[in-house]
């Protein structure tokens, strides 16, 4: 764990990102996230949106229920940090799609820049899944990708997967869906409240291979 001090906060469509200079220097890698320890009441999952190791500041996104946790934390407050928690995702080739609804990106914004960082051809698009799964012009947006970020509910994960199939997607490339919605409880892949299909996103993921996301007839429930 590491202390860091809350050095600003600003609202972002849907959410909210804190701005956090931390105390010690730490390597993050996209797809890992991090979490904010509140002594005695919480432990918040947060994803990451931006991290300067030059600067040592790390930007945290948060949206839903935990944003009223977090708004009440005043500016300079030294905030107790947990992480980079996770696996990495596992960089091939040269071109990346990141693929979600207009409400999610900002989970992948840290992904996003990292890529673009390191010279890799970053393409972005943002589509509502569920009317576009036969779309000629979307199907041919999404082809000839080395890896794809997906990042959309719960309740379309089938259609995304017919997605994939209707796009002929090629079977050398790796497709990770962001599963979040279930509880990231000890965040260590020990007490199982986060196991999804027979994976555990706190430990494994959040970032899962969709080849391990078994299908059954919970998946898509809305």
């Not at 996103?201 to 899962?208: A, Q, R």
Request: charged residues 25%; positive net charge.
């Amino acid at each position: 764990m590491i202390y860091g001090r809350l050095v600003s906060k600003f609202n972002v469509n849907y959410g909210i990102v804190l701005r956090i200079r931390i105390e010690e220097p730490i390597k993050i890698m996209p797809g890992q996230y991090m979490a904010i320890i509140i002594p005695n009441k919480a432990q918040l999952f947060t994803y990451i949106y931006n991290f300067s190791d030059y600067e040592n500041v790390i930007e945290l996104y948060i949206q839903g229920q935990r944003r009223a946790i977090i708004e009440s934390i005043p500016i300079n407050k030294r905030i107790l940090l947990e992480g980079p928690l996770g696996l990495p995702i596992k960089i091939s080739g040269s071109k990346v799609l990141a693929l979600a609804c207009e409400k999610e990106i900002y989970k992948i914004q840290y992904i996003i820049n990292y890529m673009k960082n390191i010279g890799l051809n970053m393409d972005i698009v943002c589509l509502d899944i569920e009317d576009k799964v036969k779309d000629p012009e979307v199907l041919k947006q999404i082809v000839s990708h080395d890896i794809i970020i997906a990042v959309f509910p719960k309740r379309v994960i089938k259609e995304l997967k017919k997605l994939f199939t209707y796009a002929n997607i090629s079977s050398i490339t790796k497709i990770y869906v962001l599963i979040d919605w279930v509880g990231f409880n000890c965040m260590r892949g020990v007490c199982d409240v986060c196991a999804f299909n027979g994976v555990l996103p706190c430990f494994e993921g959040p970032f899962i291979d969709i080849n391990k996301i078994k299908l059954d007839d919970s998946v898509g429930e809305r």
